[in-house]
């Protein structure tokens, strides 16, 4: 795996997307905002109708829908196998982590690229009520219960096996607060929580911070850490280079992917590798388990208008 060059623009003629891509995912929710609006036109006016597959996941019943069809997820695993080509497009500004997760595992060592297209916003909802805080915006109408993604799910095991918990977070404190209240002081060992910096408009750590002070004043977070907003490739390394040394054998990573979506796309990165590093060890006969991640989500409804305007447009490339 190589990550190559990212790529920054006001404008999406300023990206350098390839015309030539075998197969192009995008989400289905393509009117929330003045992104996705923008993205899916350009989308489809650019690409074949034949190479354009959106997508979504469906958390209740654990079927993948591709173009209106819905499908298993061991049928949408291979019709994703039997699509992807060899370039692949992943436009992540419409594509939630869960789906970006699914499909990126099984692309993953079986494509030579994959791009990832993300646009910012360039301001998000603020919350209605003139009571609420400034730091509150209205981002989700609602959220389902925090469930695990399929396919990165470990046993804790009966030998005392405990979860360190890192949380990527953004500007809803109480995604991290239902995860941390469902638990109970079960099963998770450690809290780390990953601000991100510098945001996309100045100031916007502020809204973050403030959003998750509980979690520090009560001492329910035993690290915060800060990591690039804009950068995978330094999620990546943060993951693995910071947290995974520090990780005891019989216990698990859990990754909660709250914050920005370059995050969420380093974290989805690290996740599949893993688990690609875990079916490699089996394949040979070592069936000692390795560090195991598990990953968690809880499924946004997402509120319409939730931003507007567009920021910067990024594109990050990975050679597998």
């Known amino acids: 795996m190589k990550f190559l060059c990212d790529q920054k623009a006001i404008s999406i003629e300023g990206i350098n997307l390839r015309s030539d891509y075998d197969c192009v995912f995008i989400g289905t929710q393509v009117d929330l905002d003045d992104r996705s609006e923008l993205i899916n036109r350009y989308i489809v006016d650019v690409y074949s109708e034949q190479r354009i ?8 019943t654990f079927q993948m829908i591709i173009n209106g069809v819905e499908y298993t997820l061991p049928e949408a695993v291979e019709y994703i196998k039997s699509i992807s080509g060899n370039r692949v497009l992943i436009e992540c500004t419409t594509i939630d982590f869960v789906e970006l997760t699914l499909i990126l595992r099984e692309v993953y060592d079986k ?26 915006f209205r981002l989700s109408d609602s959220f389902s219960k925090s469930m695990p993604v ?18 990527f977070v953004g500007f809803e404190g109480s995604r991290l607060g239902r995860v941390l209240n469902d638990d109970e002081n079960s099963t998770i060992k450690k809290l780390m929580i990953a601000f991100a910096i510098p945001p996309f408009q100045s100031g916007w750590e502020n809204h973050s911070i403030f959003q998750h002070t509980q979690f520090l004043e009560n001492n329910d977070c035993d690290e915060a850490e800060f990591i690039s907003a804009n ?13 995974e040394p520090t990780i005891e054998d019989s216990d ?12 969420s796309i380093g974290a989805s990165i690290y996740a ?14 070592n069936y000692s388990m390795g ?11 997402k509120s319409t208008k939730r931003s507007s305007g567009i920021g910067h447009y990024y594109l990050y490339s990975l050679t597998v």
């Open 231 to 243: 950068s995978p490739l330094s999620t990546y390394e943060f993951l693995s280079k910071r947290v």
């Open 272 to 285: 599949v590798e893993k688990l690609n590093e875990q079916a490699s060890r089996i394949e040979s006969g």
């Open 291 to 301: 560090l195991q991640v598990s990953l968690q989500y809880d499924f946004p409804n």
């Open 150 to 167: 399929p396919g990165f799910t470990p046993m804790l095991g009966s030998h005392g096996s405990k979860v360190n918990l890192v949380a």
């Open 111 to 136: 494509v030579d690229s994959i791009d990832f297209l993300y646009l910012t916003p360039d301001a998000y909802g603020k919350a209605l009520s003139p009571s609420i805080s400034r730091h509150d």
């Open 252 to 263: 698990v990573l859990q990754l909660a992917a709250y914050g920005t979506k370059p995050c």
């Open 53 to 60: 597959f959106k997508v979504s996941y469906e958390s209740q």
